[in-house]
């Protein structure tokens, strides 16, 4: 592993260019004003306050009442690295992860796959969204995360009856 300063030492150059500050804040500000329109769209619809990351992934939850009184949430997920989101059905804690990771062990889910508990995994359930993010036009991908996180959280509600 390089020293630390080799680490900053890079990181402020790649900040002069100007460029990542420029994404995050894109990245950023589409997360923070999708989360802000599903909240106004969907009032039976919990929605958690938005978590920046360490540059390594953002999101925010967005949780029908049913899977709240569950201790579950849906995650709205942009993994930064690999430039794609991800809904994850999640649990309140590690303990109801697991717990749910087992029961959902013994179900037919469908077309979901369900996570293996490992050090640093969040989910119970991650769904790719989409793979290739355009941000340029981003009211067809509000409409297309939008989509799919409806059908995913009516999928797990119907799964967990």
């Keep these: 592993m390089e020293p630390l ?13 100007g460029h990542i500050q420029k994404a995050y804040k894109g990245i950023i500000s589409f997360m923070s004003d999708f989360r802000a329109y599903l909240a106004s769209h969907y009032p039976d619809y919990t929605v958690s306050n938005l978590y920046f990351g360490y540059m390594d992934m953002t999101y925010f939850a967005f949780t029908p009442s049913a899977l709240k009184n569950m201790k579950l949430k849906i995650a709205i997920v942009f993994l930064h690295e690999e430039c794609k989101f991800e809904l994850w059905l999640a649990g309140n804690n590690r303990q109801i992860q697991a717990d749910y990771i087992d029961l959902l062990s013994h179900k037919d889910i469908g077309k979901y796959t369900l996570s293996q508990i490992h050090p640093g995994v969040d989910s119970i359930i991650a769904s790719l969204i989409v793979e290739q993010t355009n941000f340029d036009n981003s009211k067809e991908l509000e409409k297309l995360i939008e989509k799919k996180t409806i059908e995913f959280a009516k999928d797990i509600t119907s799964i967990l009856k």
């Design 5 to 17: 300063n080799d680490y900053i030492r890079e990181y402020t150059i790649q900040l002069k260019k």
